[in-house]
C-alpha cells in the first residue's frame, strides 16, 4: 500500500515510540498523515487543544536546539505544556536509576517523556518502568522523530513515497538506521553509501529487507545515480571525538555538484542539521534551490506533534 491509498483511522495501537522496529507501514502512514493534517492548521493560524492540560517531561542528556524548541512549541501548540529536564536538573546525572526516575515522575501524573540521551536501553528501560508515553527523542542507535519527519518531507515534495529512491551518505549512524527503516517500510528504495567498517547496524538491515529493496554499498557516485532524494549528516556525531582516521574515510562520500549531477534533475538534498558546511557537504549544495534542509527542521515540529497526539491523548 501506498501512503496516496491510506485513510487516516486516527489512532495507533502503541504506547511510546522507541524506535520504528516495531512499527507498521500503516502506523507510519498514521503520524504523516496527522503530521500534515496539524500542518495545514498551523499555517491557517489554527492550534487545536488536542494535548489540553497533558504534560510532557523533556530529558536532555544530549543538547539540541531543533529537539527542544520543536517538542516544546508543539505541546503548547497542543494545548499542553512541557518540563525542560537537562542531565544537571535531575538524579539521573547523578547517579540515580532509570528504574527510579520513572517511578517518581508516574506519582507526578506526567503523561509523556521524551528523552534525548545516549543509550537505547535507556529509553527502553524508562518506558518499562514508567506508567507514561515514552518518545525517543535520539540515542545513540536510533532517531525515529528525525526519520518521521523526512519521510512527511519527501511525500510533500513528490505526492507519493512508493518507487521513489533516496541514497544516504556518510556514517552508517542513528540517522541511517532510522531512515532504513523508514524507507523500506513506506515504499522507498534505500541506498547507504558508506565506507568499510561504518555500516549502518546489520540487525536494521535484516529487519528493513523484510520490507523493501535496502542496498549498502561503499560507491556513492553508483548509489548516486537516479537518485530522488540526497541525504547526508555530521561525520561525528554527539559526544563523538573528532578522528582524523575516520574523517579521512568519509570525506569521499561528501555530497556535492558532482554527487547532485549523478541524481535525477530533479533531486532534492536533506540534512537532518547541524551541518559542517564543507565537510559532509559543500555550501553550493546545502544553500541550493534543491536543498530542503529547513523543510526538514520545521517538519519535525509538525510529526511530533503527531506521535504526541497519538501516543498521549485520553
Known amino acids: 500500500m501506498d501512503i496516496t491509498q491510506y485513510r487516516p483511522k486516527e489512532k495507533i495501537n502503541h504506547k511510546h515510540l522507541l524506535n520504528l522496529m516495531d512499527y507498521s ?35 536532555f542528556s544530549k543538547s539540541s536546539t531543533r529537539t527542544r524548541v520543536s517538542f516544546e512549541q508543539g505541546i503548547r501548540q497542543l494545548g499542553g505544556h512541557a518540563l525542560f529536564l537537562s542531565s544537571s536538573d535531575i538524579q539521573l546525572g547523578r547517579g540515580e536509576t532509570i528504574h527510579d526516575t520513572a517511578k517518581t515522575l508516574s506519582r507526578y501524573g506526567i503523561d509523556g517523556v521524551m528523552i534525548r540521551t545516549f543509550l537505547q536501553s535507556d529509553v ?108 547526508t549528516d555530521v561525520f561525528f556525531s554527539m559526544g563523538q571525538q573528532n578522528d582524523e582516521k575516520k574523517s579521512k574515510a568519509l570525506m569521499p562520500y561528501q555530497i556535492n555538484q558532482d554527487i547532485m549531477k549523478k541524481a535525477k534533475k530533479e533531486a532534492v538534498f536533506m540534512h537532518c542539521l547541524p551541518a559542517h558546511r564543507g565537510e559532509e557537504v559543500t555550501q553550493d549544495v546545502i544553500d541550493s534551490p534543491a536543498s530542503v534542509v529547513f523543510e526538514q527542521a520545521e517538519n519535525r515540529m509538525h510529526v511530533q506533534k503527531a506521535v504526541m497526539t497519538l501516543l498521549m491523548k485520553d
Not at 489554527?46 to 523533556?58: E, F, G, H, I, S
Open 25 to 59: 507501514s500503516e502506523e507510519i502512514f498514521e503520524i504523516i498523515s496527522l503530521g500534515i493534517k496539524l500542518k495545514h492548521l498551523y499555517k491557517k493560524g489554527v492550534n487545536k487543544p488536542l494535548l489540553k492540560n497533558k504534560t510532557l517531561a523533556m530529558i
Open 124 to 231: 527502553e528501560e524508562l518506558a518499562k518502568y514508567g506508567d507514561f508515553a515514552v518518545i525517543n527523542g535520539l540515542t545513540d542507535d536510533f532517531h525515529p522523530c528525525q526519520a518521521l519527519a523526512d519521510i512527511m518531507t519527501v511525500y510533500e515534495i513528490f505526492g507519493h513515497l512508493n518507487g521513489l529512491k533516496l541514497v544516504y551518505s556518510g556514517d552508517g549512524n542513528n540517522v541511517a538506521n532510522s531512515l532504513i527503516l523508514a524507507c523500506a517500510k513506506t515504499g522507498m528504495e534505500i541506498a547507504c553509501a558508506t565506507p568499510k567498517g561504518f555500516e549502518p547496524n546489520a540487525d536494521v538491515i535484516k529487519e528493513a529487507e523484510k520490507w523493501g529493496k535496502i542496498t549498502v554499498t561503499d560507491n556513492l557516485e553508483e548509489a548516486a545515480v537516479d537518485a530522488d532524494v540526497i541525504y
